[in-house]
């Protein structure tokens, strides 16, 4: 499975953005969909995820602000970031898993990576 992921890009706080990630070389449609982040010097983070039948799971700091999003037929996933803060600021990696976890270690897939940077 090859995961491509865009939409990112420079934008104020307060701004939107919305984030594709296409998978290809299999159907995706057993697969968790997620996206997770990576600021500089941090660790990687959970984000957002979403399941076959469109169950999904935040973490707390983009609930209200972030929808995840799929669409089956097209292999891809979305993520909609409204409200966007500087702390937002990160490289956003889409991922497929088999499991609607929180845990890196729990996807088995990874993207490329699309820069998302939100300036004050």
């Known amino acids: 499975v090859q995961l491509q992921a865009s939409g990112g890009g420079l934008v104020q706080a307060g701004g939107s953005l919305r984030l594709s990630c296409l998978a290809s070389g299999r159907t995706a449609k057993s697969y968790i969909m997620g996206w997770f982040r990576q600021a500089p010097g941090k660790e990687r983070e959970f984000v957002a995820a979403?399941?076959?039948?469109?169950?999904?799971s935040y973490a707390n700091s983009v609930k209200g602000r972030f929808t995840i999003s799929r669409d089956n037929a097209k292999n891809m996933v979305y993520l909609q970031m409204n409200s966007l803060k500087p702390e937002d600021t990160a490289v956003y990696y889409c991922?497929?898993?088999?499991?609607?976890?929180?845990?890196?270690?729990?996807?088995?897939?990874w993207g490329q990576g699309t820069l998302v940077t939100v300036s004050s």
């Open positions: 991922a497929l898993g088999r499991l609607l976890g929180t845990h890196a270690n729990e996807y088995n897939y």
């Open positions: 979403i399941n076959w039948s469109g169950i999904t």
